[in-house]
């Protein structure tokens, strides 16, 4: 890393409800996201995990939180880099 601060990230989230009855979730703005669930209050738990776990994968911890802009299918969720938290519960 160059010595900049990571920035938080806006991740979108499309929620729909596949023919089998289950929900599903993906995001435009981060590959390979896919969460399924039963219901749609699973899956709504399931997605910040998911997104984690993604950022984990290269190496970044987050933390997720989800934002208020919400549609029927669209979900805005927020990826903070926990160094970033971390730092900022440093400073007196």
């Not at 599903?24 to 910040?48: C, H, K």
């Amino acid at each position: 890393m160059s010595g900049s601060m990571p920035k938080a990230r806006l991740v979108h989230v499309l929620r729909e409800q596949g023919e089998s009855g289950w929900f599903f979730a993906t995001s435009p703005d981060l590959r390979g996201l896919l969460v399924t669930a039963p219901t749609l209050d699973a899956l709504e738990q399931a997605i910040p995990a998911a997104i984690r776990d993604l950022y984990a994968a290269c190496d970044q911890d987050v933390i997720v939180t989800r934002t208020d802009e919400d549609t029927d299918h669209l979900r805005g969720w927020v990826a903070f880099p926990a160094v970033v938290a971390k730092q900022a519960l440093h400073v007196a």
